[in-house]
């Protein structure tokens, strides 16, 4: 299966950073563009294929910023 993803990245301080344009959730930095969308890939290979077991729980958090 292939899918095809748009990156919106910028150079930042230290590290390229980088989003995915449709899961802006899946954020991630690299060295360089190519460790960036090494790393992108995985965030969203981690984010979209990792399972959740029948039994699970969900809990709403409160983060103060």
Do not use: C, S
Not at 1 to 15: A, C, F, I, N, S
Not at 48 to 65: C, N, Q, R, S, Y
């Amino acid at each position: 299966m292939e899918t095809k993803l748009k990156m919106v990245y910028w150079k930042g301080e230290k590290y390229w950073v980088g989003k995915l344009v449709d899961h802006p959730e899946i954020m991630t930095q690299g060295e360089n563009l190519q460790e960036l969308e090494e790393n992108i890939v995985d965030a969203y290979r981690l984010m979209a294929f990792d399972d959740i077991p029948a039994e699970h729980a969900i809990k709403e958090i409160t983060l103060v910023v």
